[in-house]
T-cell receptor, first 109, second 114 residues
Framework: KNEVEQSPQNLTAQEGEFITINCSYSVGISALHWLQQHPGGGIVSLFM???GKKKHGRLIATINIQEKHSSLHITASHPRDSAVYICAVRKNTGNQFYFGTGTSLTVIP | NAGVTQTPKFQVLKTGQSMTLQCAQD?????MSWYRQDPGMGLRLIHYSVGAGITDQGEVPNGYNVSRSTTEDFPLRLLSAAPSQTSVYFC?????????????FGPGTRLTVL
């Protein structure tokens, strides 16, 4: 069983919709990382958080350490948000990140 | 800043050939790592380094070697390529400020082993 699970695996939304992507993990962590991978393959960092909530533009990330769960929200979605969104966790021990398999988002105009 | 650069972008090898994937960063980051990305699986760590002269194995190290002689460079060597090593390879780096910060990724190398 993967230590990091994301849901849904695939998501299609209409432009303007509010989107939520979930990440659950089964280990103690020191930080959680949300990443975006565009169709061309490049991976960019969106957020890194260890508690609470972070916001950047239309993107909001929250984390609940007790429930071992994080969510990535996109408000007023746009076709350019179409990408794969990846959750990764850094365990309390060691220097390694462990990755979910990603959520593929398609936003239709 | 160029960020994290990787070469080549694409490579085709025959089984048994060896090659080196290059990775460099100009952000003076202590931590560098190599991942492979396969369909239906999350990124998996191959090797990582926490500074020049220090490397360690990740989740899937077999068939790969690394070295870190400078802060900037972290090459990945395939000793004898196998079809199972067909994948997309990403190099990443991050800084240390009491704990490791967000990772910056290179553009990836798509490797096919025939």
């Amino acid at each position: 069983k993967n230590e990091v699970e994301q849901s849904p695996q695939n998501l299609t939304a209409q432009e303007g919709e509010f989107i939520t992507i979930n990440c659950s993990y089964s280990v103690g962590i020191s930080a959680l990382h949300w990443l975006q991978q565009h169709p061309g393959g490049g991976i960019v960092s969106l957020f890194m958080l260890s508690s609470g909530k972070k916001k950047h533009g239309r993107l909001i990330a929250t984390i609940n350490i007790q429930e071992k769960h994080s969510s990535l929200h996109i408000t007023a979605s746009h076709p350019r948000d179409s990408a794969v969104y990846i959750c990764a966790v850094r365990k309390n021990t060691g220097n390694q990140f462990y990755f979910g398999t990603g959520t593929s988002l398609t936003v239709i105009p | 800043n160029a960020g994290v650069t990787q070469t080549p972008k694409f490579q085709v090898l025959k089984t048994g050939q060896s090659m080196t994937l290059q990775c460099a960063q100009d952000m003076n980051h202590e931590y560098m790592s190599w991942y492979r990305q396969d369909p239906g699986m999350g990124l998996r760590l191959i090797h990582y380094s926490v500074g020049a002269g220090i490397t360690d194995q990740g989740e899937v190290p077999n068939g790969y070697n690394v070295s870190r002689s400078t802060t900037e460079d972290f090459p990945l060597r395939l000793l004898s390529a196998a079809p199972s090593q067909t994948s997309v390879y990403f190099c990443a780096s991050s800084s240390w400020t009491g704990s490791y910060n967000e990772q910056f990724f290179g553009p990836g190398t798509r490797l096919t082993v025939l």
